[in-house]
């Protein structure tokens, strides 16, 4: 799935998904969470945020949200941060923005 996302947002920027895979809808989910948590002094990078607050958010049961965090932290996406807690890197904060730039119309 993360191949998939990644040449959807790197090889093809022009490419507009008709819908967000649950894996997608995390990520925005996260993105969304983590900038409501920020404050003026911190990065987006900086944020600690709760993953199954974000799988509560995007209605994913918590078994997926294990396996969803699973796949972005190999991925590079996110960093785990203690037990529930995860955090964006650089290349995961990069991909929500993109995801939610190129946003389905309708």
Do not use: C, W
């Not at 649950?22 to 996260?30: F, G, N, Q, T, W």
């Amino acid at each position: 799935m993360l191949t998939r996302l990644a040449k959807m947002v790197y090889n093809s920027p022009n490419m507009k998904p008709k819908s967000y895979t649950r894996e997608e809808k995390y990520l925005i989910e996260a993105h969304v969470m983590a900038e409501e948590r920020l404050s003026s002094d911190e990065e987006l990078t900086d944020v600690e945020i709760n993953r199954y607050d974000v799988g509560l958010r995007a209605r994913i049961n918590p078994k997926g949200v294990d396996s969803i965090v699973a796949q972005m932290v190999r991925g590079n996406l996110l960093r785990k941060r203690g037990e529930e807690n995860v955090q964006f890197t650089r290349t995961g904060r990069e991909v929500a923005l993109e995801l939610i730039k190129n946003a389905p119309k309708g």
